[in-house]
Structures are given as C-alpha cells and as structure tokens.
C-alpha cells in the first residue's frame, strides 16, 4: 500500500496562488500515474489534474487549464500543484490519489475509479 499526504492549502484572495505537494510513502512511488481531485461543499469530487509516471504527460481539466500545473519529483516521492490565478470558484478540499495498477509511461488517468490510494485532502479557501 502507498500512504499520500497532502499539505500547502491555505487562504488565498481571488488571484493569489498556491502550491500544493502530495507526499508518498509505501511502495515505488515513482511507477505511479499520479492525479488531483478536489470537492467542493455539496458537489461531487470532480478531476482536475493528471500526470503519467514518467512524468512526461499530464492533462488538466477545462477549468483550470492555463492557471495550474501539476508535476512531479520522483526522487522525492512527491507530486505538485502549482495553482496561480485562484478564483473563488477554485475552493473546494484537494486529494492527490495514485493509481497502483501497472501502466505504460505515457499514460495518465482522470477518473477517480481508476486510483487505487487516497489522501486526506487539503483545504483551498479563495476568497473574492
């Protein structure tokens, strides 16, 4: 089993930014495609961000396209979400997730089906 801990989430005005880092322990961190979610009250989770083990691919949902980035330090068994341009809209809790399943380099996933560990989230509050 992988343990994720999220950390950076905070209180930010309306075009501030954050970076948010998931931290992994457990097994091999660096053959995990690795993904954001995010929950905000009375809504589902919903995807934000994937990236593939490697690292060379990610993929972002339509709504926080251009404004996060989400990468990785393999050797330091952590995955990152820089998120500048905060909008209120953004807030919500935050959960990084792995996916433990094999997978192919170039391969990333965005449902939360497809990952198998959870972290317990961290909150983003933006305020207007």
């Known amino acids: 089993q992988v343990q994720l801990v999220e950390s950076g989430g905070g209180l930010v005005q309306a075009g501030g930014s954050l970076r948010l880092s998931c931290a992994a322990s457990g097994r091999t961190f660096s053959s995990y495609p690795m993904g954001w979610f995010r929950q905000a009250p009375g809504k589902e989770r919903e995807f934000v961000s994937a990236?593939?083990?490697?690292?060379?691919?990610?993929y972002y949902a339509d709504s926080v396209k251009g404004r996060f980035t989400i990468s990785r330090g393999n050797a330091k068994n952590t995955v990152y979400l820089q998120m500048n341009s905060l909008k209120p809209e953004d807030t919500a809790v935050y959960y990084c997730?792995?996916?433990?399943?094999?997978?192919?380099?170039?391969?990333?996933?965005?449902?939360?089906?497809?990952?198998?560990?959870w972290g317990q989230g961290t909150q983003v509050t933006v305020s207007s």
């Open positions: 997730a792995a996916r433990l399943k094999p997978s192919s380099h170039d391969s990333y996933y965005t449902e939360a089906s497809d990952f198998g560990s």
């Open positions: 990236i593939s083990w490697r690292g060379d691919r990610t």
